[in-house]
């Protein structure tokens, strides 16, 4: 029973996602004894191709001929086509913007049970179910997959990534699919170019109201920077103008996981832990000893964020520089 | 221009969760329900693009799949400003079940666009919405955080990695909605309210469907250990636990 992953591509480069889906994908492989495929849409070169070998793919599908630009008919008639081809019977993609889009369509198109957002490995082949998070977090439910064919999306930063020595053989793929019937026309592309993505950084560094204004940001733009980190902000932050809304985590807004997630001056509203209680390790900042955060974080401090925030960028510069 | 958004009743997202001592199913005693989040600011954004004079939009229905108690939440729908309400009489089992009801209703009239939430706060599937366009062989387009008429063109913002694209696409389609599609959820107005006691709420019968998926069982996370605490003054002793216990820096 084979298995397909889709590794998306960001300007032609594969990242540490795709890994991630990768050792997933293998683990599952494993478990109902089968190989690991991936498709590749777009241009990606052949070394980067070939690189997901490492990961445990044994074969990868390279659909070169398709234009970057997400036209969600055409992506699921590409997939549908390579799984027809490897004759997979589970599909696994990413929990992200690409997988939230492709991900239903597949599982209609294939007749096949959608578990969205997994966080493990199957807890039984047969029958297939798997555990996902329900109620943004607050608890878990086992899916059973009622059809022959699975989908499967990953959340993000929910496996180890496990790099082995294998090696993939890259074919191109044609997957006969009409480009010119995309639906959705691109007029226009903004992207800030070399900013680490919120839902991909290690570390992220998070304020709340309890920085008291938009201008005090600067410390926590710099203990992300020490850290190599993203920074991130609560709701009310974001609805201020404070911080631009693609900075805002909570339920809502991002759903990240972390290593380490820092809230500065966040009381921890329910809707808040929503986007951030799946972070390895979460430490808070805050003057109020009973705010919920405490409840959820692993380390904290009682205290006042904007004085705390510089003892603390200066400690760890210190420690780093040992 | 018609326009249907999908709404989904679900718990209050301050509701503490529990479900039934045999944990397979979700126990909804004392819970208030809710227009779900995001269908929220699908209805708010159809609203204000119906609202547009300039805009070619003539009725804003509002549907949902689920049984008699799942109505005062349309009724909350009718409130803000729908038009008319359809409930599809049927327990909603998995969302493969649910999109064949929605895609039933949406195909039975002339919509434009129909639009759904990103995900239901209950159970995280983020399904409805695509599967719904691909029963019903159209386009979709997700991660929507802006959607504008254009006389007849529909101009979509959609959020990619890093950045935004905009995108037009043809009605009909699905526009599966995110945070920036409204500024904040519209709040019914006294006047909202009574007036939708008046407006039409039909009652359709559920359509043939399978489901694909089935929760067997559901668990609370384990708790967790408690916080440890460090003095304010001691942010030494916080930078040597991240690195030394936590081992994250």
């Known amino acids: 029973m084979s298995v397909l992953v889709y590794t998306e591509n960001w300007d032609g480069k594969f990242k540490k996602l795709s890994y991630e889906l990768l050792s997933y994908a293998k683990s599952v492989a494993t478990l109902v004894g089968g190989d690991v495929n991936a498709l590749s849409i777009g241009q990606v070169d052949q070394d980067e191709l070939s690189s997901l070998g490492n990961y445990g793919a044994s074969l990868v599908l390279s659909a070169d001929g398709t234009p970057s630009g997400l036209d969600n008919q055409v992506y699921t008639a590409i997939i549908a086509a390579a799984m027809d081809k490897v004759g997979a019977r589970i599909l696994i993609m990413a929990h992200n913007n690409s997988g939230k889009a492709l991900a239903p369509r597949l599982s209609v198109r294939l007749k096949a049970g959608l578990a969205a957002g997994v966080t493990a490995v199957p807890e039984s082949v047969n029958p297939l179910v798997v555990s996902k998070k329900v109620f943004s977090g607050k608890a878990k439910g086992m899916v059973e997959i009622l059809t022959e064919k699975a989908v499967l999306t990953l959340s993000q930063n929910s496996f180890e990534i496990n790099e082995t020595a294998g090696t993939a053989s890259v074919e191109s793929f044609d997957s006969g699919v009409d480009l010119a019937a995309a639906a959705t026309t691109i007029k226009d592309v903004q992207k800030q170019e070399g900013k680490l993505l919120l839902t991909d950084a290690d570390v992220v560094i998070s304020g709340g109201r309890g920085m008291k204004s938009g201008d005090n940001w600067a410390p926590i733009e710099d203990l992300a920077t020490v850290l190599g980190g993203a920074t991130a902000c609560s709701r009310p932050v974001s609805d201020e103008g404070w911080r631009p809304h693609d900075e805002h985590t909570g339920q809502t807004g991002k759903i990240i996981a972390p290593n380490l997630y820092m809230a500065f001056g966040i009381s921890g509203a329910i809707q808040h832990l929503a986007g951030v209680s799946s972070s390895k390790c979460i430490v808070a900042v805050n003057t109020d000893k009973d705010a919920p955060i405490f409840e959820s974080a692993d380390y904290g401090i009682v205290g006042d964020a904007l004085k705390v925030l510089p003892e603390l960028i200066s400690e760890i510069k210190t420690v780093k520089a040992q | ?249």
């Not at chain 2, 503490?16 to 005693?29: L, N």
């Not at chain 2, 469907?209 to 967790?224: L, Q």
Request: include cysteine; glycine fraction near 8%.
């Open chain 2, 1 to 249: 221009m018609r326009i249907l958004v999908c709404i989904s009743n679900v718990p209050d997202t301050t509701t503490k969760v529990k479900f039934s001592t045999d944990q397979k199913s979700f126990d909804d005693g004392g819970v208030q329900w809710i227009i779900n989040p995001w269908d929220e600011l699908a209805l708010t954004r159809a609203m204000e693009l119906k609202e547009d004079a300039s805009n070619p939009v003539s009725n804003v229905t509002v549907v949902t799949v689920g049984p008699a108690s799942a109505e005062p939440t349309l009724r909350k729908a009718l409130a803000i400003g729908a038009d008319d309400a359809i409930r599809v009489d049927a327990v909603s089992s998995d969302a493969y079940f649910v999109a064949a009801q929605l895609a039933a209703v949406a195909g039975s009239s002339d919509f434009g666009i129909i639009l759904c939430g990103i995900e239901s706060s209950d159970y995280n599937g983020s399904s409805v919405g695509g599967m719904i366009s691909e029963i019903m062989g159209i386009p979709s387009v997700s991660a929507v955080s802006g959607l504008k008429l254009e006389g007849e063109e529909v101009v979509i913002t959609r959020d990619i990695d890093g950045g935004k694209e905009e995108l037009s696409v043809p009605a009909l389609f699905v526009g599966v909605v995110q945070k920036g599609i409204a500024k904040e959820p519209r709040i019914a107005a006294m006047r909202g309210i009574m007036m939708a006691r008046k407006k039409p709420l039909r009652v359709v019968p559920a359509a043939d469907a399978e489901s694909y998926t089935s929760f067997k069982e559901f668990a609370m996370p384990e708790p967790k250990a408690p916080c440890k605490m460090v003095e304010a003054d001691n942010v030494k002793e916080l930078v040597n636990l991240l690195q030394n216990e936590a081992k994250v820096l």
